[in-house]
């Protein structure tokens, strides 16, 4: 199974659902013409149905070689108008090197397209620091920073969603 298929699995999977609207976020579509994020439908004769808006990310495992990178980093270009709206540079933080994935990071940037990256998962000074002067539009975890680079995330407005959980199981 390539991540194509699997995304267009993923894509016919929401749009089969019939408990609930499901909404395909539109990356394409101007701010003033994106969704207006009400929880229900209005079907008439007092009827009501559950609205879901979904919002995907692509990711790209730090197992992956550089051209498998780009290759997720362009179908999340193509797919932006079937609910993908960015990429994830996740997996395990000790497998791989961060100028792998650079190349694709740097086109995803260059396409418009926002960025999530786990940083800081595990303490590896260089990574992190390439990683902050990256500047993506989300980290993830950052546990593992020292004061300088805390210094330099909070300066950066960079937002973090952290599961400590999550990164004691590389620890």
């Not at 879901?52 to 550089?66: G, K, M, Q």
């Not at 994830?88 to 792998?100: A, I, K, Q, Y």
């Not at 593992?144 to 952290?162: A, M, Q, Y």
Request: proline share 4%.
């Amino acid at each position: 199974m390539t991540k194509r298929s699997y995304m267009n699995a993923v894509v016919k999977g929401l749009k089969s659902v019939e408990d609930v609207d499901v909404v395909l976020f539109d990356s394409n579509l101007r701010n003033d013409e994106k969704l207006s994020c009400t929880p229900m439908t209005d079907l008439g004769d007092d009827t009501k149905r559950k609205r879901i808006y979904v919002r995907l990310l692509l990711s790209i495992d730090c197992r992956e070689t550089t051209s498998a990178a780009l290759d997720t980093v362009n179908l999340a270009m193509e797919m932006k108008d079937q609910g993908v709206i960015g990429i994830d540079l996740s997996g395990n933080p000790v497998v791989g090197e961060w100028e792998t994935y650079l190349p694709a990071l740097e086109h995803a940037k260059e396409l418009g397209i926002p960025t999530t990256i786990h940083c800081g998962e595990v303490p590896n000074r260089k990574e992190i620091q390439a990683m902050l002067d990256f500047c993506p539009q989300r980290l993830g975890h950052v546990c593992c920073l020292d004061d300088e680079e805390w210094k330099k995330l909070k300066s950066s407005v960079i937002p973090v969603t952290s599961f400590l959980f999550l990164a004691f199981h590389y620890l």
